[in-house]
């Protein structure tokens, strides 16, 4: 099966950046529909950020104008870059990506168990 894998998760100030990096599966970094997920604890999984194979992106309201999504075909990642972290962005970040559908689709409808995932990794905003 496909593999998708996450870095650079970690502990940030409030105000302060983190850059995370979602590489694996070539073929699902360049064809598919990908992007980044979240899920803090007693909430559900939100689509956060997307990039359809075309370039076109979705952000959700609550980190539009903070955080920006690319994809590198040179290095076959996807990057989600995070800027003026708040203590709510705190949560597990998870890459998935999924063959069909728009990213404003895929950001609002893809749920654990179709597509590919990866295993998260851990983003803490204290408060």
């Known amino acids: 099966q496909e593999q998708l894998v996450e870095s650079g998760g970690g502990l940030v100030q409030p105000g302060g950046s983190l850059r995370l990096s979602c590489g694996g599966s070539a073929f699902i970094l360049r064809y598919y529909t990908i992007g980044w997920f979240r899920q803090a604890p007693g909430k559900e999984r939100e689509g956060v950020s997307c990039i359809s194979s075309s370039d076109g992106t979705y952000y959700s309201d609550s980190v539009k104008d903070r955080f920006t999504i690319s994809r590198d075909s040179a290095t076959k990642t996807m990057t989600l870059q995070m800027n003026s972290l708040k203590p709510e962005d705190t949560a597990v970040y998870y890459c998935?990506?999924?063959?069909?559908?728009?990213?404003?689709?895929?950001?609002?409808?893809?749920?654990?168990?179709?597509?590919?995932w990866g295993q998260g990794t851990q983003v803490t905003v204290p408060s």
């Open positions: 998935a990506g999924l063959n069909h559908g728009g990213a404003g689709y895929v950001c609002r409808n893809l749920q654990p168990g179709f597509g590919s």
